[in-house]
């Protein structure tokens, strides 16, 4: 799938903000996230994948679901 239409199916489904700190996202701005890692077994689908501004993507990198979602709770509402 391209990544435009990936992107804008993600955010038809979740909205245009960062998971993790809530940030305003664009087409060109949002970045693909696995929740799950592909090192932690994660897999390459949709069901996997949500949109993260670059800064919280490279900040959870290889975090668990888990830890992704508590830096969630701690970042949400913070950009």
Sequence with gaps: ???KILVTSLADRDGW???YCGAVLDAETATL???VPITRGGFD???NLTLACERCNKTVGH???RQKFEYALK???AA
Excluded: N, P, T, V
């Design 1 to 3: 799938m391209k990544r």
């Design 17 to 19: 903000a960062c998971m």
């Design 33 to 35: 996230e696995h929740i």
């Design 45 to 47: 689908a949709k069901s």
């Design 63 to 65: 975090m668990s679901a």
């Design 75 to 77: 970042h949400r509402g």
